[in-house]
């Protein structure tokens, strides 16, 4: 690293070597050092300034990565953002008076250069198609609900949002959440200012990054904790510790200022106590306000509504229609289907089509009653289409506990007047190993949850915390959300409440089937409390 500097006649230059290797070294002898450099400057510009100071960084073969096309940023303007979110140019309090020039050139020899008056940091609203202030909603949600009752509809610049954001100072911070007496210290001693970006969902950001033509496994902007001080990020980000839904720490990006605040850049960052406030902060922020405002955001689905993909679920659909009355499957002989009481797998599933095969074998042993297959088809973008079938005797579909724990309640059961029911439309089954295969899917934009109406899994992972909920019934507190035999968990969206799909959880319910009574208080712990 070379530092050149000067003013009038003053001039220095030094240069730092082996930087980077103390900041790795676990015990290093000292801090390093600035030695005078009596070569040139390295940036031939800067003999043409009156005043000023030039920082030169060049990479050696101990730096990672090597040069900076490693990160496929390689026009100027790309720059300006990166720039603008990791380094002094992205300030917390917008300065005016900084002229900023950059010129890239890439490896190739081409030159790009980029121009601003001021400097700023990157903030996510300003990058989001449809974003509201929290003030805003909390003012509009306040003056309809004076007039119009708790029955008032929002308008809809401030539903389906990309992003909710704003920026509090210490004193509205104290308004919105309380503070332990340990925090009054640092409330007035530091004065934190605090920016949050609460996105739909982690596709936003995603979406960002994928627009800079960056390296894939560069996330520029992303959920987290970004402290400040001196008017500047500094450090990495930190994760939100939630203990909950814990997938919304994703979708939250936190900037924090505090005044009269250094860290110690080259080795220990800020010191603990800041670290702790902005953690907690964080925290109570976005189980307190945040989670109120929720419902204003844009519901996560997965693929954008495409008539080209419905088309071609509708089309398969009419096809196994017809092809199952064309040509039906039958097997009739009292000599079959003799119940073994175990089922042909012998070891727990460890990949999707383990999950296949459990499944199967749980319809074939009538275990789960309420099923038909009509086709599977590994080529297209869903897996398999089904019906829902009650067929007599009803006692095989009424839930009882020691039984037929699976089955629904008197009261659903009632609501279908004549036997045999089987559903007019075909629905569509996916199958996943972990429900955090289907979550990625959907995040990508591969499949669109509204197509999916049921999804067969041997776990549930945690990624489905970001944007849902699960009740389960096996709780037999929700046994009349069951609208069929067999079926485990209902999924929710978080931000419109509306029911999004069934679930079999084949481990969970291979638990209940083991011990129905048991397996209460577990469910309650995993998804209620």
């Known amino acids: 690293m070379q530092i050149a500097t000067k003013c009038g006649d003053d001039f220095a230059t030094g240069k730092m070597l082996d930087a980077r290797k103390w900041l790795n070294d676990p015990n290093p002898a000292g801090n390093p050092e600035v030695h005078p450099d ?31 096309s490693w990160s496929k940023a390689n026009t100027a303007a790309t720059w300006h953002k990166i720039l603008s979110v990791k380094t002094g140019l992205g300030a917390f309090t917008q300065n005016t008076a900084i002229a900023v020039q950059i010129d890239v ?47 008032f509809t929002m308008p809809s610049s401030l539903t389906n949002l990309d992003l909710i954001y704003d920026i509090f100072d210490s004193s509205a911070l104290s308004e919105l959440i309380s503070f332990e007496e340990a925090d009054n210290e640092i409330l007035s001693k530091h004065k934190p200012t605090l920016y949050f970006a609460y996105a739909y969902s982690t596709k936003l950001w995603a979406s960002f990054n994928e627009s800079l033509g960056i390296r894939t496994t560069t996330k520029l902007l992303t959920g987290g904790i970004q402290i400040a001080a001196n008017n500047m990020p500094q450090g990495e980000v930190i994760q939100i510790p939630l203990t909950k839904n814990i997938g919304v720490q994703n979708q939250v990006h936190i900037y924090i200022h505090f005044e009269d605040c250094s860290a110690d850049l080259g080795r220990k960052g800020f010191q603990s106590e800041i670290v702790e406030f902005a953690k907690e902060t964080s925290k109570k922020l976005v189980y307190g ?45 009292d000599s079959f289907f003799l119940p073994t009481k175990t089922i042909s797998l012998t070891s727990t599933p460890t990949r999707e089509q383990d999950v296949i095969a459990l499944f199967n074998q749980l319809l074939a042993a009538g275990i789960i009653r309420g099923i038909r297959i009509m086709a599977t088809n590994e080529r297209l973008t869903y897996d398999s289409l089904y019906r829902v079938v009650i067929e007599e005797p009803r006692l095989h579909h009424i839930f009882n506990r020691v039984n037929n724990p699976l089955g629904i309640s008197n009261s659903t059961l009632s609501g279908f007047e004549t036997l045999p029911f089987k559903s007019k439309h075909p629905k569509i089954l996916e199958y996943k190993f972990s429900l955090d295969g289907l979550i990625e899917d959907l995040d990508t934009g591969v499949k669109n949850a509204k197509d999916i109406d049921l999804v067969v899994v041997w776990e549930t992972g945690k990624q489905f915390e970001e944007n849902y909920k699960i009740a389960s019934l096996m709780d037999e507190n929700n046994l009349d959300l069951r609208q069929y035999h067999g079926v485990t968990h209902v999924m929710t969206n978080l931000n419109t409440g509306a029911r999004e799909m069934d679930l079999i959880v084949l481990s969970e319910l291979i638990q209940y089937l083991n011990d129905p009574v048991g397996v209460q208080q577990s469910q309650r712990a995993k998804y209620e409390d």
């Open 38 to 68: 009596k070569e040139s400057t390295h940036d031939s510009r800067f003999s043409t300034l009156p005043h000023g100071t030039s920082i030169t960084i060049i990479f050696d073969q101990t730096t990672h990565p090597k040069d900076l």
């Open 105 to 151: 050139i890439d490896k190739e020899g081409g030159s790009t250069s980029f121009s601003k008056k001021g400097i700023e940091y990157l903030w996510p609203h300003e990058i989001a198609a449809k974003a509201a202030a929290f003030t805003d909603l909390l003012k509009t949600s306040k003056d309809l609900f004076n007039k119009k009752g708790p029955g």
């Open 289 to 333: 306000p945040l989670t109120k405002f929720r419902r204003y955001l844009k519901p996560s689905t997965g693929a954008a509504p495409d008539l080209k993909r419905e088309d071609e679920v509708d089309t398969w659909k009419e096809q196994m229609v017809q092809y199952e009355q064309s040509n039906p499957l039958i097997i009739q002989s």
